[in-house]
């Protein structure tokens, strides 16, 4: 016997027969003795559909207010959908809106954070045998307005009631069996992992990993919620993600999986003056306009001048570029030149705090390959590499077998 709390994203949910294939699964755990949470998205597709009306009805500058109110009742929808399937089944069964458990947060709309969740509707429920059904991606704040969470939502939302309640696992069902060394659809050798830690998974999310939310894996970090990635529609154990057992050290792989960007971009300004406050010049005004800077490289300084590289999202490139060409001459520099056929390809794994020569490793099997490396940024457990588009495949699986994650025996170099 177990307490659960189930996370179902859109695709699980997607239509009616799979809200039904997923009642079937609870209620099966509930004949094992499993006291469940149940966490829901909208059906795939419906949000989109719900902001497309929003914009045609309100199309220069939508309230963002009224916007989370149309868009919970995205998930309202499901959680109904779900209860009647469940008692379709004979589970007594409840569904409850995020205000309804009272799931408090901020008032940020459409980008709110919770600030406590109030868990005695829920625990008298289990309690009595159901099986609690909440939406996901949206909560209330303290006027009584509905707030949505962004992108990501419904994971934080089922993190944070499996953290309120205490639960012994915080299980999200997904379109994929866990997390796995790298894209399948890249490097067919790539093997599902039995386990991460919320520090790898942290890392991999940050660097392009699409299987969980960033902000869904920090709050199961700080809040110490295990978190299991499973699939929705086949058996399997998923991936565990889990603090890190110091006790096992000696058995972590060096690298544990290889993330990659396709979304990054890269601008070089040149010769301009090497002093201080030349940084802030460039990259201040670039924050005025609301776009996230990612890698920074700045060359030593020669006769007075340096050159500035930074990465920037693809949407953002041609939009920043132009601002910087026309700043050209107030920055004095030479040349303003970009790039957006550029990726980026990072390995994560916290093996690599106890073990020396990791990026040597990994700058000759990319060298091997004829493969450039246009930047390069290390942390304690990541290193990454911003490399030429076309050479995107190559170098992962170059990577992949330079560090042996097909072979989940090899843990040593």
């Given at each position: 016997m177990a307490s659960l709390v189930k996370k179902f994203g859109g695709t699980s949910v997607g239509t009616v027969e799979r809200i039904q294939a997923v009642a079937k699964k609870l209620a099966k755990a509930k004949e094992a003795g499993d006291d469940q949470v149940v966490v829901v998205s909208a059906?795939?597709?419906?949000?989109?559909?719900?902001?497309?009306?929003?914009?045609?009805?309100m199309p220069a500058t939508v309230d963002v207010r009224e916007l989370d109110v149309l868009l919970s009742t995205g998930?309202?929808?499901?959680i109904a959908l779900l209860c009647m399937a469940l008692k379709t089944l004979g589970c007594d069964a409840r569904s409850y809106t995020g205000a309804q458990v009272r799931?408090?947060?901020?008032?940020?709309?459409?980008?709110?954070?919770?600030?406590?969740?109030?868990?005695?509707?829920?625990?008298?429920?289990?309690?009595?045998?159901?099986?609690?059904?909440?939406?996901?991606?949206?909560?209330?704040?303290?006027?009584?307005?509905?707030?949505?969470?962004?992108?990501?939502?419904?994971?934080?939302?089922?993190?944070?009631?499996?953290?309120?309640?205490?639960?012994?696992?915080?299980?999200?069902?997904?379109?994929?069996?866990?997390?796995?060394?790298?894209?399948?659809?890249?490097?067919?050798?790539?093997?599902?992992?039995?386990?991460?830690?919320?520090?790898e998974m942290l890392e991999m999310a940050s660097l392009g990993s699409k299987v969980l939310q960033i902000r869904a894996v920090e709050f199961a970090g700080k809040y110490n919620v295990p978190l299991r990635v499973l699939s929705s529609f086949e058996e399997g154990e998923g991936t565990l993600i889990t603090t890190d057992d110091e006790e096992n050290e000696m058995?972590?792989?060096?690298?544990?999986?290889?993330?990659?960007?396709?979304?990054?971009?890269?601008?070089?300004?040149?010769?301009?003056?090497?002093?201080?406050?030349?940084a802030y010049s460039i990259l201040g005004p670039i924050a005025d306009l609301?776009?996230?800077?990612?890698?920074?490289?700045?060359n030593a300084g020669v006769d007075g001048t340096t050159d500035f590289t930074f990465t920037v999202h693809r949407d953002?490139?041609?939009?920043?570029?132009?601002?910087?060409?026309?700043?050209?001459?107030?920055?004095?520099?030479?040349?303003?030149?970009?790039?957006?056929?550029?990726?980026?390809?990072?390995?994560v794994g916290v093996g690599m705090r106890s073990h020396a020569g990791?990026?040597?490793?990994?700058?000759?099997?990319?060298?091997?390959?004829?493969?450039?490396?246009?930047?390069?940024?290390?942390?304690?457990?990541?290193?990454?590499?911003?490399?030429?588009?076309?050479?995107?495949?190559?170098?992962?699986?170059?990577?992949?077998?330079?560090?042996?994650?097909?072979?989940?025996?090899?843990?040593?170099?």
């Amino acid at each position: 016997m177990a307490s659960l709390v189930k996370k179902f994203g859109g695709t699980s949910v997607g239509t009616v027969e799979r809200i039904q294939a997923v009642a079937k699964k609870l209620a099966k755990a509930k004949e094992a003795g499993d006291d469940q949470v149940v966490v829901v998205s909208a059906m795939s597709g419906e949000t989109n559909r719900l902001v497309a009306m929003a914009k045609e009805v309100m199309p220069a500058t939508v309230d963002v207010r009224e916007l989370d109110v149309l868009l919970s009742t995205g998930e309202q929808v499901t959680i109904a959908l779900l209860c009647m399937a469940l008692k379709t089944l004979g589970c007594d069964a409840r569904s409850y809106t995020g205000a309804q458990v009272r799931i408090l947060t901020d008032s940020s709309h459409s980008k709110a954070r919770i600030v406590s969740i109030d868990t005695d509707k829920i625990t008298t429920d289990l309690e009595k045998g159901r099986i609690v059904v909440v939406a996901g991606f949206q909560g209330v704040d303290a006027e009584g307005d509905i707030t949505t969470l962004g992108r990501g939502g419904s994971d934080t939302s089922a993190v944070a009631l499996a953290a309120a309640l205490g639960s012994d696992e915080c299980q999200i069902f997904t379109d994929v069996d866990g997390v796995y060394t790298t894209d399948p659809r890249v490097e067919s050798k790539a093997r599902r992992l039995d386990r991460i830690t919320f520090e790898e998974m942290l890392e991999m999310a940050s660097l392009g990993s699409k299987v969980l939310q960033i902000r869904a894996v920090e709050f199961a970090g700080k809040y110490n919620v295990p978190l299991r990635v499973l699939s929705s529609f086949e058996e399997g154990e998923g991936t565990l993600i889990t603090t890190d057992d110091e006790e096992n050290e000696m058995e972590q792989a060096l690298v544990s999986g290889i993330a990659f960007n396709r979304d990054e971009a890269q601008i070089t300004i040149t010769n301009i003056a090497d002093q201080p406050g030349t940084a802030y010049s460039i990259l201040g005004p670039i924050a005025d306009l609301n776009v996230e800077v990612d890698m920074i490289v700045q060359n030593a300084g020669v006769d007075g001048t340096t050159d500035f590289t930074f990465t920037v999202h693809r949407d953002e490139y041609q939009r920043v570029l132009d601002f910087l060409v026309a700043r050209q001459k107030e920055l004095g520099a030479a040349t303003v030149t970009g790039n957006d056929q550029i990726v980026k390809v990072s390995i994560v794994g916290v093996g690599m705090r106890s073990h020396a020569g990791i990026a040597s490793r990994m700058f000759r099997a990319l060298s091997e390959k004829g493969i450039n490396l246009r930047m390069i940024t290390t942390s304690e457990i990541k290193i990454s590499v911003v490399i030429d588009e076309d050479y995107l495949e190559l170098g992962v699986r170059s990577l992949h077998d330079e560090f042996g994650l097909a072979d989940a025996a090899v843990t040593e170099a």
